[in-house]
């Protein structure tokens, strides 16, 4: 297939970027006739808080934005009974007041927002107008405050915390951060694609594809979103995937028919080798990796299937436009290019027998071809050092602990809302994120429904749940209550779950759980992070068995070799497990966390591991694709194995290399962010990246094939009633060894279905 399409694109050349560039944009346009689809928060998270969410939405409740202002006592002296704190308070409620934002405001001395210790007390104010914008509208409020503490440094502490600000806050340094990467990401890529090959019309190549790629799919999020919800996150996996795998296969493909070039191939048969190598190597890799995408959508969670959704459809676009476009435009540009040589790099990448300039015999990388030579030369010992190696870096990932991060963990004391929240926290427990009880009833003021919600308001605070107060509302016209409880616990993740359960398990079915018209699931902050981590923790063996067994199904189709199935299935797993240990040394034991310039956080974010495992399951597996498909190439040719795993190795290394230089290069920029979660998250991917690319792909890989020797092409008869995803080269590289006419290969028993078949033609 991806030799008929790249030659019908070398043919229409035309035609084929002229298709490209109207895809791009009637995707655009689409995108923006759809527009963006609004999630409600039932839709989007799992478990009780989603059924809260839902409930609420479904009455037409709009909560209002509500805030705090927190005034504090310097001093071990001062209370807030004393005269100067009430004139404080007072000067807050006024000030909050007239910042022409608030509904209300309550004093501490009317609704009891007073600390067990009297040192500290919560000015409570709600703002107008739709609480989807009160992050936008939050500033005049939080500098009235600011202006109020002016007056007292040094006496009081006072500072406003609320879900605009923080929300805002947290947006803000979220913003930040991916503007961040996203700006350096491009650069950074396209600098190595310029040492990679030397030249700036190559190394533009493939950027400009891969965000034609990105665009193109950001248009089609915008119809998609109306079936799956696409959030921010889904946007920004998909830029980093997107750009990882566009720039890849381009890479991979330009780098194939530079090779035939130098090799002596006319431009038409370089393309056509190109086509049915690199080509058909792509179309493997995409499908992997679009299969190991399907796997976030099996979560359940609305914020991992859109990210599954936008990172499956980004590599489906890279990857048709790597099999059509590319060859369109390399047939136009012809020689052109390699215009716009760099001599100082053009002569290093010679030098390095990378992507760029060959650097022996058959574009092999001198480098490599070294490390290769030793690592053949002693297959057992290397494959036994390593695999030593990549367990014990893993081991570490035993201990794992994982949690959604609270804001003190994500942001460290890099925000000043951060320490107003941990602040609020040791003065109120559980004041700042409280559990909030959605009562549904047919009939919220029949006599057993209010006797319910009074009993749960008591034994919440005697089952020690909650320290109180416990607030309640009722909304009679919508046979709604709402009662807020604020959690023993506070910011420990840990108790506030401990006191969440109680809630749920002993004091919700003792009281409202025995009316039976009454609906009462329990959501808040704590319960929302307590569902989506649940949920994540269940689907991971389901996710993982279905990427896994996909893969390997592709791999055995695609390859005809159990061998090389199970063999890539171990590696991917060895580097995920790998990744998985550096993880937990760094983020929750502290193990060389400077060197990143990270902090403890004692536990990995929730979401990570089946992210990482996910992702990186797929970017492995666009490796092993392309580096078995040159050395199954070299084998169908005549060599034995262990020449055509030093070749093959040895002629994709230098493109691989370039290709993880992308990638990590990208994934380290996340491991520098202020966000405690993207910092985990490219500090996980570089490192995978990186040993997948080095360690695994030119050390463990060609040892275990020497090892293996034919063994590498069983494939039992039982198995062969699968389709046949194999490929034979094009009639230009069908030569012997020798450089001589091609002679019949001798392997002595493994299967043919490489070399018996008509090769492929255009």
């Not at 210790?117 to 009235?144: F, H, K, M, N, Q």
């Not at 169908?636 to 194995?641: A, C, E, I, M, P």
């Not at 993207?678 to 060609?702: E, F, H, K, N, W």
Request: negative net charge; contains cysteine.
């Amino acid at each position: 297939m991806a030799a008929r399409v790249g030659g019908w694109s070398v043919r229409h050349r035309w035609a084929a970027v002229g298709i490209w560039v109207l895809f791009v944009v009637l995707a655009l346009g689409a995108g923006g006739v759809a527009g963006k689809a609004e999630t409600g928060e039932g839709e989007r998270l799992p478990g009780e808080y989603g059924q809260a969410a839902r409930l609420i939405e479904e009455a037409g409740l709009t909560e209002p934005s509500a805030g705090s202002v927190l005034v504090q006592a310097v001093g071990r002296g001062t209370k807030a009974t004393d005269g100067e704190f009430r004139a404080a308070v007072d000067e807050v409620a006024a000030a909050v007041r007239d910042s022409g934002e608030v509904s209300s405001v309550a004093s501490p001395y009317e609704t009891g927002t007073i600390s067990p210790d009297g040192r500290s007390a919560l000015v409570r104010y709600t703002l107008r107008g739709d609480p989807e914008t009160a992050a936008e509208r939050i500033d005049p409020v939080v500098g009235a405050v600011a202006k109020v503490q002016d007056r007292h440094e040094g006496e009081l502490r006072i500072a406003e915390i609320g879900g605009a600000s923080m929300g805002k806050a947290f947006d803000d340094a979220f913003g930040d951060d991916f503007r961040q990467a996203e700006f350096s990401a491009v650069p950074i890529a396209f600098g190595i694609l310029l040492i990679a090959f030397g030249a700036l019309v190559a190394a533009l190549l493939p950027v400009v594809l891969a965000l034609m790629a990105i665009a193109a799919t950001m248009g089609l999020m915008g119809v998609a979103g109306h079936v799956v919800p696409m959030g921010d996150n889904a946007n920004s996996v998909m830029l980093l995937v997107g750009l990882a795998v566009g720039v890849d296969y381009c890479l991979f493909y330009l780098r194939r028919e530079r090779e035939e070039r130098r090799a002596g191939r006319d431009a038409r048969t370089a393309l056509e080798t190109a086509a049915a190598t690199s080509g058909r190597a792509i179309l493997v890799s995409g499908v992997t990796v679009m299969v190991a995408m399907v796997g976030m959508m099996l979560t359940g969670v609305a914020d991992f299937e859109g990210m599954g959704l936008a990172s499956l459809m980004v590599v489906g676009v890279a990857m048709v436009g790597s099999v059509t476009v590319l060859p369109a435009l390399l047939s136009l540009l012809g020689e052109r290019v390699d215009k716009g040589r760099v001599p100082f790099l053009d002569r290093l990448g010679r030098r390095a027998g990378g992507a760029g300039r060959t650097g022996g015999a058959d574009g092999e990388s001198r480098v490599w071809r070294a490390v290769l030579g030793r690592v053949l030369r002693r297959p057992a010992v290397w494959l036994a050092v390593s695999v030593g190696l990549l367990v014990a870096v893993a081991l570490p990932a035993l201990g794992m602990r994982t949690e959604n991060l609270t804001l003190d963990q994500e942001f460290g004391d890099s925000l000043p809302i951060v320490q107003t929240y941990n602040r609020v926290n040791e003065a109120f427990p559980g004041g700042s994120e409280p559990a909030e009880v959605v009562v549904a009833a047919d009939d919220i003021g029949a006599a057993p429904v209010r006797a319910a919600i009074a009993d749960f308001r008591e034994r919440a605070l005697s089952s020690g749940a909650s320290e109180g107060p416990v607030e309640v509302t009722v909304h009679e016209a919508e046979n709604l209550a709402v009662i807020n409880v604020p959690l023993v616990g506070g910011s420990d993740q840990e108790r506030a779950e401990r006191s969440l359960t109680v809630l749920r398990e002993e004091v919700r079915p003792a009281t409202l759980g025995a009316v039976e018209v009454v609906e009462a699931p329990i959501g808040g902050a704590v319960a929302a992070s307590k569902d989506f981590t649940d949920q994540i923790s269940g689907s991971v063996l389901p996710v993982l068995a279905f990427v896994v067994a996909l893969s390997f199904l592709l791999m055995l189709m695609s390859f005809r070799s159990l061998t090389i199935a199970l063999t890539s299935i171990v590696l991917n797993l060895l580097s995920v497990g790998a990744a998985y240990g550096i993880l937990t040394a760094v983020f929750q034991y502290g193990w060389g966390a400077w060197l990143v310039g990270a902090e403890e956080a004692g536990a990995i974010v929730s979401w990570l591991p089946l992210f990482l495992f996910v992702i990186l399951f797929g970017l492995s597996m666009d490796y092993h694709v392309f580096v078995v498909s040159r050395i199954r190439e070299a084998w169908t040719l005549g060599h034995g194995t262990h020449e055509a795993v030093r070749r093959g190795i040895a002629t994709t290394a230098g493109v691989v290399t370039s290709a993880a230089a992308i990638m990590v290069g990208v994934f380290a920029i996340f491991g520098t962010l202020s966000m405690q979660s993207m910092q985990q998250m490219g500090v996980g991917l570089a490192a995978a990246v990186l040993i997948d690319a080095t360690l695994i792909r030119a050390v463990v890989l060609p040892a275990a094939m020497a090892l293996l020797g034919e063994r590498n092409w069983y494939f039992p008869r039982v198995l062969r009633w699968l389709p046949d995803l194999t490929h034979d080269e094009p009639p230009a590289t069908r030569t012997a060894p020798s450089g001589g006419p091609a002679a019949a290969p001798d392997r002595g028993p493994g299967p043919r279905s490489g070399d018996e078949r008509e090769p492929v033609r255009m």
